[in-house]
C-alpha cells in the first residue's frame, strides 16, 4: 500500500493553503472529487479580504480573519497574486443602524482592528457619490483578490515543496490505524488504497459527508449541514464606486452589498436562500428583491443595467443563528492525526492561510 505523511480532502482555498504550509515540512497529497481546485465555494464568492470587524471577539473568526488578512496581503506581493486594499465604506441610514454601527465599531477594536475612522457627509458624498447614507465608517485594510490566482500560487507552492494535488478523485473512507489511517479514495470510478498519517478533512460543502465516512467518529463531533445560496448581480457600465460599499449586516450575512473585481466592475450580492441540494440556479425572480434593496441606499440604479452573474453556496451549520468556524483535533474527538473543518464560510478566504497557521499547530500539540 502507498504511503503519505498528511492527506488533505478538498482542493478549495483553505484545503490549498494547509497543503502550501504543511508541504515545507513533510510530503502532501491533495485530493478532489472535481475537476480541478477551488470548484465551489473558493471560486463563488465576493473575493473580499475582510478587515475583521464584526465577529465575535472569542471567536475563531474574528481571530484567523485578523490574522489571515496581514498574511494575505503580505503573500500576494510575494507570489504576485492580484489584490488591492480598496477600503470599504460600512454605512447607517436609520437610528437604530447608527448604534449598529457603532457597535461594530467597538467590536472592531476589541478584534485588534484600530484603523476604521467615521466619515462626514462631505467624505461619504466625495468618497461615495449617491449613496444614501446617515453615518458611515471608512474600513481601509478591507481590500479585495484575485481568488484563482491566489489558489494557483498555492498549488505551485505545494507542487515545488514535493507536494501533489490529485482531482477526479473523491475520499470513499477512513480507517483508523496504529499510526495514523488506511484511506479508501474512488479515483474515476476505480479503488485505489493508501495509508497516511494525518488526515485533514476540508471538504467545505461536502466535509460533513466526509466525515461520517471516517470509522470510529462519533456521530456528535459531524454537525448539521444546510445549504446556503448566494446570488450575485453584476451592473454593466459605468458607475461612481471606488470602495467596496456595505449596508449593515443580516442575519446570515453581510448584506446585498457592493463589491468591484480586478477590473473594477461593480457587482451586488449575495442574498441568502437555503436550498435542500446543491444548485448553483440563478433565480430570475431575485431581481426586483436586489433593485429594491440597493435603491433603497443607492437610488440611483439604473435597473436595465443590472444582470444575474452567479451564485455561490456556504456551508451553514444552523438556519436559525450565526456561527463560527469549527475546526477539531484529536483533542475534540479522540481520534489521533485527523483534523476535521466544518462551517468554513465567509470569512474563509480571507482567513485561510491563518486556518492553516492554526492548523500546524493543532497537528503539533
Known amino acids: ?14 484545503g ?31 473575493e473580499v479580504i475582510h478587515a475583521g470587524l464584526y465577529y465575535d471577539a472569542h471567536s475563531l473568526k474574528a481571530r484567523l480573519c485578523v490574522r ?22 460600512l454605512f447607517a441610514r436609520t437610528a437604530a443602524e447608527q448604534d449598529k454601527l457603532a457597535a461594530i465599531e467597538a467590536q472592531a477594536k476589541r478584534n485588534g482592528v484600530h484603523d476604521l475612522t467615521p466619515l462626514s457627509q462631505a467624505q461619504i458624498a466625495e468618497m461615495a457619490p449617491g449613496l444614501r447614507a446617515s453615518a458611515a465608517l471608512f474600513s481601509p485594510s478591507t481590500g479585495i483578490v484575485d481568488s484563482h490566482q491566489l489558489m494557483l500560487s498555492l498549488v505551485h507552492q505545494l507542487e515545488h515543496a514535493g507536494g501533489n494535488l490529485v482531482c477526479h478523485t473523491r475520499f470513499d473512507s477512513a480507517q483508523p490505524t496504529a499510526n495514523g489511517f488506511n484511506v479508501t479514495l474512488d479515483c474515476d470510478g476505480e479503488d485505489f488504497m493508501l495509508s497516511c498519517n494525518t488526515l485533514i478533512n476540508a471538504g467545505g460543502l461536502f466535509a460533513q459527508d466526509n466525515a461520517k465516512r471516517i470509522h470510529g467518529l462519533a456521530a456528535n463531533h459531524i454537525p448539521q449541514s444546510h445549504l446556503c445560496r448566494g446570488q450575485y448581480f453584476c451592473y ?13 449586516p443580516e442575519q446570515h450575512g453581510l448584506g446585498i452589498h457592493a463589491t468591484l473585481d480586478m477590473a473594477g466592475q461593480l457587482r451586488f450580492g449575495p442574498d441568502t436562500q437555503f436550498i435542500d441540494k446543491l444548485d448553483y440556479q440563478l433565480d430570475a425572480q431575485a431581481k426586483a428583491r436586489f433593485v429594491a434593496a440597493i435603491q433603497s441606499y443607492w437610488p440611483a440604479l439604473d435597473p436595465e443595467r443590472l444582470q444575474p452573474d452567479y451564485a455561490g453556496i456556504r456551508p451553514k451549520l444552523y438556519l436559525d443563528q450565526g456561527q463560527d468556524f469549527v475546526i477539531e483535533g484529536h483533542q475534540h474527538h479522540g481520534i489521533n492525526g485527523l483534523i476535521n473543518l466544518f462551517g468554513i464560510e465567509s470569512p474563509g478566504l480571507t482567513a485561510s492561510l491563518a486556518i492553516a497557521e492554526y492548523v500546524e499547530a493543532q497537528l503539533k500539540r
Open 236 to 248: 454593466q457600465g459605468s458607475h461612481p464606486f471606488h470602495h467596496l460599499i456595505y449596508p449593515m
Open 16 to 46: 490549498l493553503s494547509l497543503a502550501a504550509r504543511l508541504s515545507q515540512t513533510r510530503p502532501v497529497l491533495v485530493i478532489d472529487q472535481m475537476g480541478q481546485f477551488g470548484e465551489h465555494t473558493s471560486s463563488r464568492n465576493s
Open 68 to 89: 489571515g488578512k496581514a498574511l494575505l496581503y503580505e503573500h500576494c506581493e510575494r507570489f504576485h497574486v492580484p489584490a488591492k486594499r480598496l477600503g470599504k465604506i
Open 1 to 14: 500500500m502507498d504511503h503519505v505523511d498528511t492527506v488533505i480532502i478538498g482542493a478549495g482555498v483553505v
